[in-house]
């Protein structure tokens, strides 16, 4: 009888651990998509303002799977496509734009990502006072590496709205992970030269 009492404990204190981690979980994701939404809306307006101003680099929104350039990175020698949106799709053919920051060049947070496995492969030797040149239909930028992160997967400070032209680049870390990795390294860059 104590033993399928100490049974029943461990199985109803197995569930409820089951049900709280999955609480936690959900909590977690919904507040992170809440907040990628709340600052995709914020970049989407800031992007509208920007083109009713006439100051806008680009005539318009790309769709989602358009290419919208390349991403020079002198130091590894690579010259890297890069397309609207960070679906598996466009991740799968180069760098992913996200669609919710402005585009390269613009005044605020472009944000572009890529497979720690296929694309940044190597993107590990790039570091601070590196250059990372972006090339588009609207001209040629070229950013400097400011500073190096290394963030949790679900860190959203990545994508923040900036006060000036920032490129952040990020990828999957360790670079050597297998499976899904649990951090990001990330490199932020400003813009220093704007050719168009």
């Known amino acids: ?17 089951g049900i709280l981690f999955a609480a936690i979980n959900g909590y977690k994701y919904v507040k992170g998509y809440t907040s990628v939404q709340s600052i995709s809306e914020e970049t989407k307006a800031k992007h509208t303002k920007t083109q009713k101003s006439d100051l806008t680099l680009y ?17 590894l020698h690579a010259v890297l496509p890069i ?3 960070t679906n598996e799709e466009e991740l799968e053919k180069g ?6 920051s402005v585009l390269p ?23 601070k006072g590196d250059l990372l040149i972006v090339k588009t239909a609207a001209g040629e930028f070229t950013y400097k590496v400011r500073k190096v ?25 360790p670079f050597n992970f297998i499976g899904s990795a649990p951090q990001r390294y990330v490199l932020v860059a400003d813009l220093i030269e704007n050719k168009k």
């Open 59 to 75: 005539p318009r929104i790309p769709k989602v799977g358009e290419n919208i350039g390349q991403l020079v990175i002198p130091k």
């Open 83 to 85: 397309y609207h949106g």
């Open 149 to 173: 992160r290394i963030v949790d997967a679900d860190n959203r400070t990545v994508i923040v709205p900036k006060p000036k032209a920032t490129l952040t680049v990020s990828t999957c870390y």
């Open 1 to 17: 009888m104590a033993k399928k009492r100490t049974i029943y404990f461990f199985s109803l204190g197995l569930i409820l651990f």
């Open 95 to 100: 760098v992913g734009h996200y669609a919710g």
């Open 105 to 127: 060049g613009e005044q605020d947070n472009c944000v572009l990502s890529g497979h720690r496995d296929t694309v940044f492969r190597r993107l590990g030797e790039v570091g």
